[in-house]
């Protein structure tokens, strides 16, 4: 595993249960997509964007996030 990979994934062990769940619905996602086409330049552009973001620490509020991921679920 990169280095960079089990560093986030400390960082997430650290958050509220509600947030951790949220970052494994996004691993999950993305590990589903792990075939499919490369990211075109703007979806880079925006995934270093969300890097970015991250290491400013500006992360939507658990009440944000689940009321999101509410959305999606039966």
């Known amino acids: 595993m990169m280095k960079v990979l089990e560093q986030a994934i400390e ?3 650290n958050l509220p249960e509600e ?14 997509q792990a075939d499919d086409a490369p990211l075109s330049a703007d979806e880079l552009e925006g995934v ?27």
């Open 48 to 74: 270093k964007r969300a890097q970015e973001a991250v290491r400013r620490g500006e992360f939507a509020s658990d009440a944000k996030v689940k009321k999101f991921f509410g959305r999606y679920r039966s």
């Open 11 to 13: 960082k997430i062990r």
């Open 19 to 32: 947030r951790q769940a949220a970052a494994a619905e996004a691993l999950e996602l993305i590990a589903a």
